[in-house]
Nanobody
């Protein structure tokens, strides 16, 4: 049974840092694209970052570029989102998600759209406030 569990959220002051983790069970991460998404109150869920199954391609929301870094440790079956210089507008529930993508033609691709993903974690709250 495929399961994703996020952790690492919390309350942080503006300018602070957090590292989110997404522990995966029931899958082989080498064959999945991984995305991080967030949803602020009253807003739609948006893609923050993604990484391809082979780890060769990453992508970021424009406001996250230069501040966030996505990575995946296939041995540990865990994906990470390192976030620096957090700002109040980064507040929201952060979700990780996976997309089954084992074919050689897509293993260098990643996706930022929510409807590309098949499986989702329960989310972890990030609050940036002074």
């Amino acid at each position: 049974q495929l399961r994703l569990v996020e952790s690492g959220g919390g309350l942080v002051q503006p300018g602070g840092s957090l590292r989110l983790s997404c522990a995966a069970a029931g899958l082989t991460m080498d064959y999945y694209a991984i995305g991080w998404f967030r949803q602020a109150p009253g807003k739609e869920r948006e893609g923050v970052s993604c990484i391809s199954p082979k780890g060769t391609t990453t992508n970021y929301l424009d406001s996250a570029k230069g501040r966030f870094t996505i990575s995946a440790d296939n041995f540990k079956q865990t994906a990470y989102l390192q976030m620096y210089n957090l700002q109040p507008e980064d507040t929201g529930v952060y979700f990780c998600a996976t997309k089954w993508a084992p074919w050689s033609t897509v293993r260098d691709l990643c996706y930022m759209a929510t409807d590309e993903y098949d499986n989702w974690g329960q989310g972890t709250q990030v609050t940036v406030s002074s």
